[in-house]
C-alpha cells in the first residue's frame, strides 16, 4: 500500500467536483469552445483536435446532467451524462489539456458514477478515440468494452 502511495502524484491544487447544475451554460460552452483550439498531445503522439460532433455532445441540450471540476473558479473538466442507451447513462468526459494526467478525468468518473448508482443506473463512458489515458482508466475502473455508440468507443460500468 504505502508503494503505490508514493508513486500517487501530489496535487498543489484544490480542485472541486460539482454538480453541472451549478455551472453556468455559458462557462460550459466557453470551456468546449476551448477544447476546439487547444493542442493534442498524448505522451509524445500528436492526435488530432477533438471533433465538431464529439464537443457537440457535451453541450447538447439535452444532456442536462452531468459533474464538473473546478480549480480556483475556472471550469477544468466536466462529464456530461444522459440516458439514451438500455446499458445506462451516457458519459462524455473532457478535461482541459493543461489539466490532464492529473486524476481530474478518474473524478469526474468516479462522482458521475456515484451519481448514475443514486439512481440505480450504471454508466457507459463514451470515448471519441482509443488513447492510452482512456485505456487507463477503462482498466482502472474495470470498465467492460461495449458496442461502439454513434461511432465513438464505449465501455461499461456497472454502478447499480
Same mark, same amino acid.
Do not use: M, T, W
Given at each position: 500500500m504505502l508503494a503505490s502511495m508514493s508513486t500517487m502524484p501530489v496535487l498543489s491544487f484544490d480542485p472541486v467536483v460539482m454538480s453541472l447544475a451549478n455551472i453556468g451554460t455559458e462557462a460550459v460552452h466557453r470551456f468546449v469552445a476551448d477544447l476546439a483550439a487547444e493542442p493534442r498531445m498524448f505522451g509524445t503522439t500528436a492526435a488530432g483536435r477533438s471533433s465538431t460532433r464529439w464537443r457537440s455532445m457535451l453541450t447538447h441540450p439535452s444532456l442536462l446532467e452531468g459533474v464538473a471540476v473546478v480549480v480556483d473558479d475556472d471550469l477544468v473538466g466536466i462529464g456530461r451524462m444522459t440516458r439514451r442507451t438500455s446499458a445506462g447513462r451516457e458519459l462524455y468526459v473532457a478535461v482541459a489539456a493543461s489539466w490532464r494526467r492529473l486524476g481530474l478525468g478518474a473524478r469526474l468518473i468516479g462522482e458521475a458514477s456515484r451519481v448514475a448508482a443514486e439512481h440505480?443506473?450504471? /454508466?457507459? &463512458?463514451?470515448?471519441?478515440? @482509443?488513447? %492510452?489515458? /482512456?485505456?487507463? &482508466?477503462?482498466?482502472? !475502473? =474495470?470498465?467492460? @468494452? +461495449?458496442?461502439? +455508440?454513434?461511432? !465513438? &468507443? %464505449?465501455?461499461? &460500468? =456497472?454502478c447499480a
Open positions: 440505480g443506473d450504471d /454508466v457507459v &463512458l463514451v470515448a471519441e478515440r @482509443p488513447k %492510452a489515458p /482512456v485505456r487507463q &482508466l477503462a482498466q482502472r !475502473f =474495470r470498465l467492460q @468494452p +461495449i458496442n461502439s +455508440i454513434d461511432g !465513438f &468507443l %464505449a465501455y461499461h &460500468l =456497472r
